[in-house]
């Protein structure tokens, strides 16, 4: 088995169960004992992980080296490897028998479904190389003139609900977004090959593949770069994974799914500063809080509004590093930061009900789901990678801490609140600490290692080619500047 350059372990000493098929989950740490608790006690440590309302815009709370796009981004590249549609049971789970039904690959399936052959519906009749766009509803915008439609929604069917690769990249307005930027990002992509005189009958083949390793390096180094110690990433490309092991099939693993990744539901805020119509700032006609980015949606929404109406198309600006002009200048859009990765949740988030109209809010889902998948505790993780576990007392910092001690878990403490904790405490909530840092590197880098069309198996010395900021470089603020001006803010500025 070639690994490119890159020390893995021997493949002759990967037990037969590390192998597994495609389309399964498995885990990192399959000797570790699960942690077990009472359920009440994860029901009470749930509901200790919610931000006061009077904290929900303090400056004290947000991450600043972080935009608030890249959460969204990493909800969309979650809906790119994972899809687990299995019910949350009152037992315990074995991973190895849930089904994803995403490839465990950044290959964006999502987006492509299985080509044009395979789904036509996603592409375009006049042109069968480039994506569909949707275009949205004309509708006022802060003074009351009327915003025309533009190609800036989802496709959609008849009865409202999106035409793309993976249906939850419709649940809410600001992932769906980021679905709409890397279908224009196809399409600008195979301009860009087509202008430099490359064969019709490849283009589209080439697009993608020149898109898929783009994506695939913002992935790996503009996101997991800026969520981890870099020192990690660094050391999970230099010297190899030493926990994540598999295989000729990678996996997601449980430890990561249900725990780690789980970080982006710290990030997210209670209200954005969106566009120039919605934003706090700018009191033109309201805020956009967090609950109204499911009403203009044909999943989480009731389908009386989409196609998503003109006045909320996303201002790229106030979610990625895109240069905002001078301080002076009038009507400067404010750059959203992300919330810190720290034990809580915004509160709209926090007590979102899932599914709708059930009695668990999210945090408390997320415990039960990890408890009853057989997680081991955090403590039990660090020693199993050598590194320094937080101290009982650490961890029982906070009224939240002062929950999980009174439940046992200052000392032995549930993986995904762990990881959170461990962000908090040991980097003030900017990057995640030693533990949530090394499962994240190494599966990403795990997951572009096990599939042979990634950049980091094909080519692993490969620059990113695509214009950019930096020559060899690329960035989700490249991405957005390639599709051109018109797109970064397509509002356009006050008059």
Avoid at 21 to 28: D, N, Q, T, Y
Avoid at 222 to 243: M, T
Avoid at 266 to 274: A, K
Avoid at 415 to 426: C, D, G, N, P
Wanted: glycine share 8%; charged share 20%.
């Amino acid at each position: 088995m070639a690994h490119h350059g890159f020390k893995l372990r021997d493949e002759a000493d990967v037990p037969a169960w590390l192998t597994f098929a495609p389309g399964k989950f498995g885990r990192m740490f399959p000797k570790l004992a699960p942690l077990e608790a009472p359920k009440e006690a994860f029901e009470a440590l749930g509901a200790a992980m919610k931000e006061e309302a009077a904290d929900i815009n303090a400056p004290a709370g947000d991450n600043a080296a972080i935009p608030a796009g890249f959460t969204y981004l990493g909800q969309f590249v979650d809906h790119d490897i994972t899809f687990d549609t299995t019910p949350l049971p009152e037992v315990m789970v074995d991973p190895l028998a849930i089904h994803n039904f995403r490839t465990p690959s950044l290959d964006l399936d999502c987006v492509y479904g299985n080509g044009p052959a395979a789904h036509p519906f996603l592409y375009q009749r006049e042109d069968g190389a480039k994506l569909q766009l949707g275009a949205t509803d004309p509708s006022p915008n802060e003074a009351n003139v009327q915003i025309e439609a533009k190609h800036n929604d989802l496709p959609r069917g008849a009865n409202g609900f999106a035409l793309i690769g993976d249906p939850r990249n419709d649940e809410n307005l600001l992932v769906a977004q980021t679905h709409v930027a890397f279908l224009k990002f196809h399409n600008a992509v195979v301009d860009h090959i087509r202008a430099g005189g490359a064969p019709k009958d490849s283009d589209f083949f080439e697009a993608r593949r020149r898109v898929t390793w783009h994506y695939q390096w913002i992935v790996l180094h503009d996101f997991v770069g800026r969520l981890i110690e870099p020192a990690v990433l660094g050391d999970v490309l230099q010297n190899g994974r030493r926990f994540f092991t598999f295989g000729h099939d990678a996996f997601i693993p449980v430890e990561f799914s249900a725990a780690a990744y789980r970080l982006g539901h710290s990030m997210v805020r209670q209200e954005y500063n969106y566009n120039r119509v919605f934003n706090p700032s700018e009191a033109r006609l309201a805020p956009a809080t967090f609950n109204f980015f499911f009403r203009f949606t044909g999943l989480s929404g009731d389908g009386s509004n989409v196609p998503v109406p003109s006045n909320w198309i996303i201002d790229w600006r106030r979610f990625f590093e895109l240069g905002l002009g001078s301080s002076t200048a009038p009507n400067k859009p404010t750059l959203n930061p992300t919330r810190k990765l720290d034990p809580f949740l915004a509160p709209e988030l926090h007590d979102l009900r899932v599914p709708p109209g059930k009695e668990k809010r999210l945090p408390v889902l997320n415990l039960l789901r990890g408890a009853r998948a057989g997680l081991p505790s955090g403590q039990a993780v660090a020693a199993a990678m050598k590194v320094a576990a937080l101290a009982p007392e650490d961890v029982a910092t906070g009224p939240d801490g002062a929950v999980a001690k009174a439940h046992g878990f200052d000392a032995r403490t549930p993986l995904w609140y762990y990881i959170l904790k461990e962000a908090s405490v040991v980097h003030s909530g900017a990057r995640l600490g030693p533990v949530g840092s090394r499962i994240l590197a190494e599966v990403f880098v795990g997951l572009l290692e096990g599939d042979s069309r990634s950049f980091l198996a094909q080519a692993p010395e490969w620059k990113p080619t695509l214009p950019s900021a930096t020559p060899g470089q690329f960035t989700m603020a490249d991405l957005i500047r390639f599709l051109g001006a018109g797109e970064i803010n397509p509002l356009g500025d006050p008059a």
